[in-house]
């Protein structure tokens, strides 16, 4: 299959990447930085493709349908990419701005509603679409998620809305709602620590996606860290 990874460059977008290469497909990597991208298509088959931009930029997701039309008809698209509140203000609903709230739903939200809308024809063409939103357990637990947390429980609606919907064109919708999980923003403390999920783990995860029958769908997975989530 032809999988479309937005946020692939790095943390769980990387790890998916490297589980679906294992079983054969042929990926196209999406993300900010071209350098980055580079870095993470090493060790990759030589299939992996990339391409470069701001999910934000409305005009750049148009290029990327475009790009796709003409050369990567997807089968898969996994939905990566997020931005993060302030770390200051990261628990609060009260202390960020509304144009901080406003560019977190664009980011987190918005632009993944985009770009589904953009991509969604040529996954119906496949006969075996299937979308992979990354939600959090932030969209799920009812306190401390802050703006995070609203952007996340508005994608986890979304995705409930497009499951429904995608069914009649034969596209099936996956969340997966990770927990703290180890990236390069949450770092392991030292070589034993293991109270965060590891990126490995939600690697094989999104790639069980893609090895289920046809008819077959994951609708919601949530996975937490064994001692649970740890703000």
Known sequence: MNIV????????GRAAAVELAKDGHRLLLVGRNPE????????LPDSTETFTADITDAAAIDQLAAYCEERFAPDGLILNAAAFANHATGRSVLQPTPDELGAILDANVVAHYRIVRRLFPLLQKSGRGRI???GSTAGIRQDKGGIYGISKWALRSFAYNLREEAKAYGVGVSLVNPGGTFTERRQKQSADDKHLLETSDLGIVIA???RLSPQAVIEQLDIRPLTGDTY
Not at 6 to 11: L, P, V, W
Not at 36 to 43: F, I, P, Q, R, W
């Open 132 to 134: 992979v939103l990354i």
């Open 36 to 43: 980055s991208l580079e870095k993470a298509k090493a060790g």
């Open 5 to 12: 990874i937005i946020g692939g460059s790095r943390g769980i």
């Open 208 to 210: 069980t996606v893609f």
